[in-house]
C-alpha cells in the first residue's frame, strides 16, 4: 500500500538493549523525520533528512542514530535503551515545493517501553 | 527559545459551538509557514490547514479557519460548529524559510467536546 509505515507499532525492551524503529514511505519524498510524542512536550524532532545520505539532528538527538541508504527508508536506532526512551515515536516524510505549503504526512506511530 | 507555544492545556467546547485554540510563535525569519493538525484518540496526525507568512487572506478549509496576526505572531484556530468528532489533540506547527521542510511543533491542546 501507499503511504508511510512504521514497524513495530509497539515495542517493549530492556534498559541497555538496542533496538530499531522502522519507518518505509513509498511516495519518494525527500525530507523525511522522526519525532517523539511525550506527555507535556508535544511532538520534539530528533533527526530529520533532507535526502538519501543527509541527516541532521533535530532538538533531542541525543542517545538516537539514524541513517538513510535509501531514499523510502529512515531507520531509527537507540543504542542503549533508557527509560526516559519510553515514548510513541513518529516518523513522517515531506517533499518540498513552491511555497511553503508542504505538509508532512505522518505513520502510525510506535509505543516503546523501555523496562 | 520555544518557537511554538500553545497555552491551553485542555479546552471545552459545547456541541455546535466555535471554539478557538491559541497558538503563538517565533521566528526572525520573513518567511514561514503555520499549520495545524488533530490527533484523534486512535493517534495518527491529521492535518488541518496551512497558512504561510505572505498569505493576505485568512486560511479556510470547512468548518477550520485560520486567525493569522501577523504583527502579534498568533496563529490561532477557529473551529465552527463543533462536533463530538472533533475532539483531539490539535498541535501547531511552524516551518522557517524555504531552506528545510523542518517542522517544529507546539505542546498541543486537548479539545474535548460535550454534548
Known amino acids: 500500500d501507499a503511504g508511510i509505515t512504521q514497524s513495530p507499532r509497539y515495542k517493549i525492551t530492556e534498559t541497555g538493549r538496542q533496538v530499531t524503529l522502522m519507518c518505509h514511505q513509498t511516495?519518494?519524498?525527500?525530507?523525511m523525520f522522526w519525532y517523539r510524542q511525550d506527555l507535556g512536550h508535544g511532538l520534539r524532532l530528533i533527526y530529520y533528512s533532507a535526502a538519501a545520505d543527509i541527516t541532521d539532528k533535530g532538538e533531542v538527538p541525543d542517545g538516537y542514530v539514524v541513517s538513510r541508504s535509501k531514499t523510502e527508508n529512515f531507520p531509527l536506532t537507540l543504542e542503549s535503551a533508557t527509560r526516559s526512551q519510553t515514548s510513541v515515536y513518529f516518523c513522517?516524510?515531506?517533499?518540498?515545493?513552491?511555497?511553503?505549503?508542504?505538509?508532512?504526512?505522518f505513520g502510525q506511530g510506535t509505543r516503546l517501553t523501555v523496562v | 527559545a520555544q518557537k511554538i507555544t500553545q497555552t491551553q492545556p485542555g479546552m471545552f467546547v459545547q456541541e455546535k459551538e466555535a471554539v478557538t485554540l491559541d497558538c503563538t510563535y517565533d521566528t526572525s525569519d520573513p518567511s514561514y509557514g503555520l499549520f495545524w493538525y488533530k490527533q484523534p484518540s486512535s493517534g495518527e496526525m491529521i492535518f488541518l490547514i496551512y497558512q504561510g507568512s505572505y498569505d493576505q487572506q485568512n486560511a479556510t478549509e470547512g468548518r477550520y479557519s485560520l486567525n493569522f496576526q501577523k504583527a502579534r505572531k498568533s496563529a490561532n484556530l477557529v473551529i465552527s460548529a463543533s462536533q463530538l468528532g472533533d475532539s483531539a489533540m490539535y498541535f501547531c506547527a511552524m516551518r522557517e524559510g524555504y531552506n528545510t521542510d523542518k517542522l517544529i511543533f507546539g505542546t498541543g491542546t486537548r479539545l474535548q467536546v460535550f454534548p
Open positions: 511516495w519518494s519524498h525527500s525530507y
Open positions: 513522517a516524510s515531506s517533499e518540498p515545493r513552491q511555497g511553503m505549503n508542504t505538509e508532512a504526512f
